[in-house]
């Protein structure tokens, strides 16, 4: 069956910097884009970043722009997201997602049809 499995995420300190990975199996990982959402306790998950499924296109949330960098690798079946200059606010929830539109980058939930469990990250001021 489908599976994505995130890891890395943790403790860390403002200006400080995480890698999460994210495992996948069950489907044909190098035609699917990929993407991390996050979310806040009290608020909406929202986009944080997405890779299409050859790696040569990318697309992050302005809030992100410049502090982190999605990439894949379409032998291990793993994405991961390098995150640095982390702030407070940047605490939540991370979930990787796979989404069968593959050419080109997704922003949106609803063209995600596979989503992983989630890891937290929290970060302190």
């Known amino acids: 069956q489908v599976q994505l499995v995130e890891s890395g995420g943790g403790l860390a300190q403002a200006g400080g910097s995480l890698r999460l990975s994210c495992v996948t199996s069950?489907?044909?990982?190098?035609?699917?884009?990929m993407g991390w959402f996050r979310q806040a306790p009290g608020k909406e998950r929202e986009f944080v970043a997405s890779?299409?499924?050859?790696?040569?296109?990318?697309a992050y949330a302005d809030s992100v722009k410049g502090r982190f960098t999605t990439s894949r690798d379409n032998v291990k079946n793993t994405v991961y997201l390098q995150m640095n200059s982390l702030k407070p606010e940047d605490t939540a929830v991370y979930y990787c997602?796979?989404?069968?539109?593959?050419?080109?980058?997704?922003?949106?939930?609803?063209?995600?049809?596979?989503w992983g469990q989630g890891t937290q990250v929290t970060v302190s001021s």
């Open positions: 997602a796979a989404s069968p539109l593959g050419s080109v980058v997704r922003t949106l939930r609803t063209e995600y049809a596979y």
């Open positions: 069950g489907f044909t990982f190098s035609t699917y884009t």
């Open positions: 890779i299409n499924r050859s790696g040569s296109n990318t």
